[in-house]
């Protein structure tokens, strides 16, 4: 051990009689204090300087990869009556798919009207493709995006389009 001193402090009536000695920290012990000190600043120095990392950059590269990993937007199929007329195209999409919540007619009935000038959500073509592509949960209306696809869900926007008056 080092050396001793074994002079006391004199807190001993501030303390509830507990004398403290004017002993000095060990060797080991304040070795062992500068080393980390040494090694926070070599840590530091790397860590932004030297190897070129930050929180803002790995931040920045998780952005990227989330935005990487998301699906493609929806392909925007041509607007017009031979697009989304056959059995194939929207109005098949439609029909088995959107019928039960607005109707044959689109006239609404669980979903709302998609015949009428008032649209909630948008009625640009852009707008109905991304309210069928996330849908609207809070309303009652799934995602449709992962169980129809782009192709599907453009076909069936350009059929609600045309054919309900969309803006």
């Known amino acids: 051990m080092g050396h001793e001193n074994n002079t006391i402090l004199g807190h001993g009536a501030d303390n509830d009689g507990i004398e ?13 204090f500068y080393v980390t000190i040494v090694w926070a600043v070599i840590y530091a120095a790397h860590y932004h300087g030297v190897g070129g990392r930050s929180q803002t950059g790995e931040y920045d590269a998780e952005m990227a990869a989330a935005l990487a990993a998301q699906p493609a937007a929806p392909a925007v199929v041509a607007t017009g ?8 195209g ?5 029909t088995s798919n959107c019928i039960a919540c607005h109707g044959p007619e689109l006239k609404g009935g669980i979903g709302p009207d ?4 008032t649209w909630i959500h948008g009625g ?11 849908g609207v949960p809070e309303k009652g209306m799934i995602t ?21 008056g969309g803006l």
């Open 81 to 88: 009556s031979t697009a989304a007329a056959g059995a194939g």
């Open 114 to 117: 998609l015949t009428d000038a």
């Open 124 to 134: 640009s073509l852009a707008d109905i493709e991304r309210t069928i592509t996330v």
């Open 144 to 164: 449709w995006g992962p169980i129809l696809g782009p192709q599907k869900i453009a076909q069936v926007a350009v059929f609600i389009h045309d054919a309900g």
């Open 90 to 94: 929207g109005k098949g999409v439609y």
């Open 20 to 32: 403290e000695f004017d002993n000095p920290m060990p060797t080991w012990w304040l070795g062992l």
